[in-house]
């Protein structure tokens, strides 16, 4: 099998999705030290070696709130090898596997040599990925994976994210009912941007407002044109971008992002680039 030498880059931040023990699955996930075996598997159907050979490129997500992450994977016959990597913190991690006749995948993971979890998954018609992700035993945690097919034209994954911040930084206040008074402190909204190229960049935007009232969004959005940007998350919230190339700042509106913040945090105004 060949081995990915591909290194892609990214990704993000454990996930909050509820954590289910299950004793079957936690042994079916098996030994937590890496072995190079050939698994004794029927030829994949032709269906599937149509597609059998090359290399692919996803983007995805891992659990309903989880971190965001890059794959790469390469196919030959009905073995898979790739790497994954989380977008913000570009930790790749080692996938190893196979596509049974059915056209499902059973991918191990790996980091340092040790085994950390197991992917499984099939194709959809546009060919993404569903399917799930199961921590190594004991634990057995399960969480969701989505995954969409990306164009590795438009997505450089050989090439290290370019990471910008901008910062709002301001003074708010905080009523404090041990003294009856209006405390004033000093606050900072924060937005991280990972840029991936034409199509759009992830972004991890944290707003602080009036009574420490806070507020947290991170996704993928799109361009627009050249110096615009929109997310729409599944739930209504829209974000705008518009960067500002001269003034170093980008200005954001929020539309129906209540569910994201606190009533006195906000996700708008005009931040300033980072040095």
Known sequence: MYRLLLLSLLVIAACGAPETSSNEEAAEVGSTTRETTTPDKPPVTTEVEEVATGISYFYGQIGEFGPFVHLVLQQEEEFVSGRYFYAEHQQALELEGTIDESGSYTLDEFHDGEMTGRWKF???????LTGEWVSKPPSGRKLSLVA?????ATHDLTQEMKF????????TGMFNPSTQTEEVFEAESLLKIGFLGAQGFLFWYDVIGTNAHIGNLEGFAHMTSGSTAEFASDDGCILGFVFDGDKGTVTITEKDCEAFRGARAFFEGELQKEP
């Open 148 to 152: 969409n097919a990306v164009s590795a």
């Open 164 to 171: 910008v911040s901008y910062a709002h930084r301001f003074e």
């Open 122 to 128: 099939i194709k959809d018609e546009n060919g993404g």
